[in-house]
C-alpha cells in the first residue's frame, strides 16, 4: 500500500493558495513508478507540482494526489558543459551554479523560482530566452510507469509550450541540458545575472505573493501587461486578490485570496481585455487538477 501525506496545497504554491490534499514524495525511479503504478490502477485523479510558481491550488481542496519530487529528484550535477538535472531541482540555484562555473545559457533563469520539470512543462523563460535553448534530452515516466527520453527536437517546444502539456499526465524525471563556456569566465556571468535580478526586482511584484505572469503574449501582439494596463486594470480587486500596481501581468494575493477570487479576476481581466483590444489573452497559470 503507497503512503500518502495530507498537506496544505498553499504550502507548495507561491501564490499561498490552496487547501488540503494527499500528497507523495517519491525521491527515486522506483519509488515514482510505485505511486503511480498505484494511482493508475486505483483511477485516482494525480498531478506533478514542482515549485508551485505556476499553480493556482483549489482553496477547497483537491480530491486527488500531488506527487512532490523529492531525494535524487531535487538535485543536479555537471559534467564539463552539460548539466543533467532531476525534475524537482530548483532552477534558479541552478542558474546560479552555472554562471559561478562559468557556463552560459542559464543567466535568464537566475530569478525564475521554479522546477527543472515545470520549467521544461512550460518552455520558462524570460528575456529573449527559453529554456528549450539549452535543453539536449528530456526523460520522463509516463502512465504505464515506464521511462522514456526524448531529444529535444520531439519535445514540441514552442512559446510557453511544450509536448508534455498535452494528453495524459507524465512525470519529467531528468533534464540534461548543454551549456556554453564564457570567455569572460564567471566574473561576466554573475554581473549579467545580478543585473537580471535587478530587473526583476525593478518590474515585478517580488515582495508579495503571486505566480508570475497571468497570460501568455498574444502571438504578434504586444506584452500582456501593456494590453491589461491601457486597459485601466491595475489595481482591479475581486476579494484578496488584485491585478499589481508594479506589473499588469501579475495578480497579487494581497491576505486572504482564494482560488476562486483570483480565477474571477482572470475572467475579468480577460474579457475587459478582449472587450476593448481583440486580443484574446491565453492563460499561462495552471490549474491544478485540470488535466
Same mark, same amino acid.
Given at each position: ?10 504550502? $507548495? ?6 487547501? &488540503?490534499?494527499?500528497?507523495?514524495? &517519491? ?8 505511486? %503511480? ?44 558543459? *552539460? ?8 532552477? &534558479? *540555484? ?15 533563469? %537566475? ?28 526523460? $520522463? ?28 499526465? %507524465?512525470?519529467?524525471t531528468q533534464v540534461v541540458m548543454d551549456l556554453s563556456r564564457c570567455d569572460g569566465g564567471p566574473g561576466i556571468l554573475r554581473e549579467r545575472? *545580478? ?28 506584452? &500582456? ?38 480565477i474571477r479576476l482572470m475572467e475579468l481581466v480577460h474579457h475587459r481585455v478582449l472587450q476593448r483590444t481583440g486580443y484574446d489573452l491565453l ?9
Open positions: 500500500m503507497t503512503e500518502f501525506k495530507t498537506v496544505d496545497l498553499s504550502r $507548495f504554491t507561491t501564490w499561498g493558495i490552496g487547501g &488540503p490534499s494527499r500528497a507523495a514524495f &517519491p525521491g527515486n525511479d522506483d519509488e515514482l513508478a510505485s505511486v %503511480v503504478e498505484y494511482l493508475e490502477n486505483t483511477s485516482i485523479p494525480w498531478t506533478v507540482l514542482g515549485r508551485g510558481s505556476n499553480t493556482l491550488a483549489p482553496s477547497e481542496g483537491w480530491d486527488g494526489v500531488v506527487i512532490v519530487l523529492s531525494g535524487e529528484y531535487q538535485r543536479f550535477r555537471f559534467r564539463g558543459t *552539460s548539466l543533467a538535472a532531476g525534475g524537482g531541482a530548483p532552477l &534558479p *540555484s541552478m542558474a546560479g551554479a552555472a554562471c559561478s562555473l562559468g557556463l552560459d545559457g542559464l543567466v535568464f533563469a %537566475v530569478g525564475i523560482p521554479g522546477s527543472a520539470g515545470g520549467a521544461v512543462f512550460m518552455n520558462a523563460g524570460a528575456y529573449g530566452s527559453s529554456l528549450s535553448d539549452v535543453v539536449r534530452e528530456v526523460t $520522463f515516466l509516463s502512465r504505464a510507469g515506464e521511462l522514456h527520453t526524448l531529444a529535444m527536437e520531439q519535445c514540441g517546444f514552442a512559446y510557453r509550450k511544450s509536448r508534455f502539456q498535452e494528453g495524459a499526465p %507524465v512525470v519529467i545575472a *545580478s543585473q537580471v535580478l535587478s530587473l526583476r526586482r525593478a518590474k515585478f511584484p517580488l515582495g508579495v505573493p503571486n505566480a508570475g505572469s497571468v497570460f501568455k503574449r498574444p502571438v504578434d501582439g504586444p506584452p &500582456p501587461g501593456r494590453l491589461i494596463e491601457d486597459c485601466g486594470l491595475k489595481g482591479l480587486a475581486v476579494g484578496g486578490a488584485m491585478v499589481s500596481h508594479v506589473h499588469a501581468n501579475f495578480i497579487e494575493n494581497r491576505g486572504g485570496a482564494t482560488s476562486g477570487d483570483v492563460r499561462e497559470v495552471e490549474l491544478l487538477g485540470e488535466r
